[in-house]
């Protein structure tokens, strides 16, 4: 599902918000942040980043989160984590809503579902824009996020302006890590 192209000025602006039971309870470590710090300050040296604390896995919390940086008319928006279906193969993992928070909350967006071998929903990828947000999920895992992150700098620094070519940038970049899935 994909709607709309999007003009992308410089990012100077970004907040990384990490999702998940998980790490908020402090059981998993929360490795993806300062990668995708990493990253990001690969496009614009300059960039102001926001941190936010870990979230639990509850929809509404997360949107309020992702709305109130929306308000604050941040440049970019990346959730990390909430977004596969684990908690059906793993006790220690809480049930994933970040896809489903983006899903009711952008108007313009391309997203694309990976499906695992045994048929599970492995990961939910989302780019889009609400007022001049852009706002993307990367999946929880670090490999997978690593991925993602490098394809969506890629695409940005390349200027393009396509959801649809970003999202599928950053869903090809995903399969590349485990091969056929």
């Known amino acids: 599902m994909c709607w709309g192209k999007v003009e992308f000025g410089l990012i100077s602006s970004a907040v990384i918000i990490p999702t998940g039971d998980e790490l908020k309870s402090g059981i998993i470590l929360d490795t993806d942040s300062p990668m995708v710090m990493q990253e990001l300050l690969s496009i614009n040296s300059n960039l102001s980043i926001i941190r936010n604390e870990p979230l639990i896995d509850n ?3 997360i949107t309020d989160c992702i709305n109130s940086y929306i308000e604050k008319e ?3 928006i990346i959730l990390s984590g909430g977004s ?3 908690h059906k193969y ?3 993992l809480g049930k994933d809503f970040t896809h489903l928070s983006l899903d009711s909350l952008l108007n313009v967006k391309c997203s694309t579902e990976l499906y695992g071998k045994n048929g599970h929903l492995w990961c939910k990828l989302i780019c889009g824009i609400k007022n001049k947000t852009i706002v993307i999920n990367l999946p929880g895992p670090y490999k ?3 991925a993602a ?3 969506f700098k890629n695409a940005y620094l390349e200027d393009s302006t396509n959801l649809k070519i970003i999202n599928a940038k ?3 970049a995903v399969k ?3 091969g056929s899935i």
Request: hydrophobic share 40%; proline share 4%.
């Open 74 to 76: 941040v440049d970019l």
């Open 149 to 151: 992150i490098v394809a």
């Open 176 to 178: 590349m890590q485990y």
């Open 90 to 92: 793993s006790p220690i």
């Open 84 to 86: 596969g279906e684990g």
């Open 59 to 61: 929809e509404d919390i």
């Open 144 to 146: 997978e996020a690593k």
């Open 170 to 172: 950053m869903s090809d």
